[in-house]
């Protein structure tokens, strides 16, 4: 069943006991920087095959013996990293429709590599000459303007670092019976990364908008020309023209040679290959906003324009795939965030929400970014239910799942930020489950 998770035996089991900050083991995260695994780690060395002395000479390994390959004009993952990749779904009718995921559960930290960024696409990816591309502002404007990508070189550019979640992620919690995936399968339509370029605010003072002006329609230069209605306030605000992706420039597949960025936003409206922003007074209902990313609601009627990704977390370590080998200490580690700002506190439970410990977060906290959270968890090998809970610097917290289904028809799928919830049996499987 995949990875199995190596676990820390630790003697002094009446220290983790007096540490203890909550039901079923969890124990306060000051124990780790107290010491407690300090002879955990001396046993291990000792108990190694190997001597310190024997690791030069002829019992060397073999890539000690000879000289390394020469340098490579690109780098490359080792392929011992081979099975950390993309999870895909193909959508019916056209290979370039569909999604892939990032690997959550086989990653660490924040940051997102360019490699392993998520991706939806609607109609493949087109290949752009950048030096053919511009980008287009016209309609409510008493200025309209195109700016090539040389003429956006030009501009002042910041950097800032920022999640992009597909609205539709975590979807399959919403399903009558609990799914049995990874966490990457769950919850991998979210990558976050290290974003450089141009304020739109700054563009658009150029254009010069209208003062009735209050939406703005983004096009991409796909062959879908995929359309998305955005309120004018929020490309005034943090809105970006991302020209950068972890220092080096967007790759096709997340928008090269530009994209919008609007933090915190779902996933769909931070356009890709960004060719035209039309300034309006109102919404255009496109297809990709009316037919996809709306809410059915009980009595029939469905939500639109939900723009914000509410605050969310999920543990993705240990999660299904991975194997408990044995009782013992344990690490629970997972991802949070919020389209409303930064992670102000993340709670664990190892006992299906009877008692919550706080993990501690992992800095520094950015708002709207990935926060990594941590907690060390003496398992005493008998079955348990792992789950977390985030709340955001706004004061918005995440439902159980009860609550959230219960705000939508059968078959919604956008926004889940329920709580979820990971069984551990006896043999150390771990499954989804719902609590």
Not at 54 to 71: L, N, Q, S
Not at 229 to 234: A, D, N, T, Y
Request: aromatic letters at 8%.
């Amino acid at each position: 069943m995949g990875a199995a998770m190596g676990n820390l035996h630790v003697k002094n089991s009446s220290r983790l006991r007096d540490e203890a900050v909550a039901g079923n083991g969890l124990i306060n995260r000051r124990t780790l920087l107290g010491g407690a695994l300090f002879g955990a780690g001396i046993a291990a060395a000792r108990a190694g095959s190997v001597d310190a002395q024997d690791i030069v000479g002829a019992d060397a390994p073999e890539w000690m013996k000879t000289p390394g390959r020469p340098f490579s004009a690109y780098g490359v993952p080792s392929k011992w990293q081979e099975k950390v990749q993309r999870i895909f779904t193909l959508g019916a009718g056209r290979a370039g429709t569909g999604v892939s995921r990032t690997p959550l559960h086989l990653m660490e930290g924040t940051i997102t590599p360019g490699g392993l960024h998520f991706e939806r696409h609607h109609n493949g990816v087109p290949d752009i000459d950048p030096s053919r591309h511009e980008l287009f502002i016209h309609g409510m404007v008493k200025r309209p303007l195109a700016f090539s990508l040389d003429a956006l070189m030009r501009y002042p550019m910041e950097t800032s670092v920022h999640f992009v979640e597909c609205a539709g992620n975590s979807g399959a919690y919403g399903a009558p019976q609990p799914a049995q995936m990874t966490a990457g399968e769950m919850n991998g339509l979210i990558s976050c990364s290290e974003w450089t370029g141009v304020r739109l605010s700054t563009l658009l003072g150029e254009a010069d908008v209208n003062k009735e002006a209050k939406w703005v329609i983004a096009e991409g230069g796909d062959a879908a020309a995929m359309s998305r209605s955005i309120p004018l306030e929020k490309c005034m605000d943090d809105a970006m023209i991302a020209l950068y992706q972890n220092g080096e420039a967007i790759r096709p597949e997340q928008g090269f040679p530009m994209r919008l960025l609007l933090p915190g936003f779902e996933g769909n409206m931070n356009v890709k290959w960004l060719r035209r922003l039309n300034v309006i007074d109102a919404p255009v209902d496109a297809r990709d906003e009316t037919s996809h990313y709306t809410e059915l609601m009980p009595g029939g009627k469905a939500r639109q324009f939900m723009f914000a990704m509410d605050v969310k977390s999920a543990i993705v370590k240990p999660s299904f795939g991975m194997t408990m080998k044995g009782a013992g200490l344990y690490e629970i580690s997972g991802l949070a965030w919020s389209g409303a700002g930064r992670i102000s506190k993340v709670e664990v439970s190892a006992d299906a929400g009877k008692t919550w410990a706080m993990a501690a977060l992992t800095g520094p906290v950015m708002p709207k970014a990935l926060t990594r959270f941590r907690l060390p968890w003496q398992w005493d090998g008998r079955p348990s239910t792992l789950m977390s809970r985030a709340t955001d610097e706004a004061g918005g917290t995440q439902p159980t799942r009860a609550a959230w289904v219960a705000q939508y028809a059968p078959g919604q799928g956008y926004h889940n930020n329920a709580i979820q919830s990971w069984a551990i049996d006896a043999e150390g499987t771990v499954k989804n489950v719902y609590a």
